[in-house]
């Protein structure tokens, strides 16, 4: 049975940090795209950061220079360390999982087939 687990969300003021963090278990193969999508009451699914298999590394424009997505693949984990953080960054974070090719960079949901449950953020201003 697959899973992704995210946990590490909460409630900062705004120039706060969080580092959210994914596990992910029951996932089989070595090529495979994960990233930290986010959505806001009344807007669309966003993604916010992918990282690939082989390192490689994706960020929305929103995030890039603010937000560092990363891995430890012997713990079967996925993070993503959030700086600077502003009130438009609130949002339910979620971490998902494909195995589809071309879908990293473009950072489009639809091409995600496996998610998590989601962990809220919270930004005060």
């Known amino acids: 049975q697959v899973q992704l687990v995210e946990s590490g969300g909460g409630s900062v003021q705004s120039g706060g940090s969080l580092r959210l963090s994914c596990a992910a278990s029951?996932?089989?193969?070595?090529?495979?795209?994960m990233a930290w999508f986010r959505q806001a009451p009344g807007k669309e699914r966003e993604g916010v950061a992918g990282?690939?298999?082989?390192?490689?590394?994706s960020y929305a424009d929103s995030v890039r220079g603010r937000f560092t997505i990363s891995q430890d693949p012997a713990k079967n984990t996925l993070y993503l360390q959030m700086n600077s953080l502003n009130p438009d960054d609130t949002a339910m974070y979620y971490c998902?999982?494909?195995?589809?090719?071309?879908?990293?960079?473009?950072?489009?949901?639809?091409?995600?087939?496996?998610w998590g449950q989601g962990t809220q953020v919270t930004v005060s201003s």
């Open positions: 029951g996932f089989r193969g070595s090529y495979y795209c």
């Open positions: 990282i690939h298999s082989d390192g490689s590394t």
């Open positions: 998902a999982r494909t195995t589809i090719y071309g879908t990293c960079g473009r950072l489009n949901f639809k091409g995600f087939p496996y």
